[in-house]
């Protein structure tokens, strides 16, 4: 590599790498937040309904990896959610080593209360890149950040992220807006 670029060069980029992410994930971060309050829920527990959703269950470890957090947090989250009734534990007949997450029906109800209620017009990124797609007539690609993360995380990762996208687009998860406010009455009583 230092045949490359200058170390000048790679601090430069790595600095502003740094920079841009962390802006990037902090709009994002807070969008979600927003987004998902009014079902009592936070970042992890959301991404890890959607990772047990999209792998049709999902090993703890699994979860820490595509969900990119550490095992304990991964697990925590998960635990707390099972407490909740939203997710199971169980072990597989193949494979009693690792613990396996799946959504019960409330924790599916849940995951699709919360993408019914998803409001584009929430979203600052998705409002950010909008004078672009009325420049390019679509949403901006992400071929050179799919191509680092692969590097970074391996295929594998990009495999899953892959998989989810397609459910996303061929299953009707989304269906009419939902009540909060009914969910909240409803989750409550239950």
């Known amino acids: 590599m230092k045949d490359k670029i200058s170390k000048r060069e790679a601090i430069f980029y790595s ?10 994930w902090k709009a994002i971060e807070k969008d979600w937040q927003e987004w998902i309050k009014p079902f009592q829920l936070n970042i992890n527990e959301h991404h890890i309904l959607w990772i047990a959703y999209h ?3 999902a090993s703890i470890s699994e979860i820490s990896k595509y969900g990119v957090m550490h095992v304990s947090t991964a697990f925590n989250f998960s635990k707390k959610m099972e407490e909740r009734g939203l997710l199971q534990f ?13 959504l019960t029906e409330a924790g599916i109800e849940l995951l699709e209360a919360t993408l019914n209620e998803y409001n584009p017009e929430d979203n600052s990124v998705l409002r950010g890149v909008m004078p672009m797609t009325e420049m390019y007539g679509k949403l901006p690609e992400f071929l050179d ?3 680092l993360i692969k590097e970074i995380y391996g295929d594998e990762y990009i495999e899953i992220l892959e998989r989810s996208l397609e459910n996303i687009e061929e299953e009707p998860l989304v269906q009419q ?14």
């Open 145 to 147: 950040l799919s191509a």
């Open 15 to 24: 600095h502003k790498m740094a920079q841009l992410s962390k802006a990037l």
């Open 55 to 57: 792998l049709k269950g």
């Open 177 to 190: 807006p939902t009540d909060i406010e009914d969910y909240k009455k409803k989750s409550k009583s239950s």
């Open 90 to 102: 169980s072990k597989r007949e193949n494979d009693k080593r690792n613990t396996y997450v799946e």
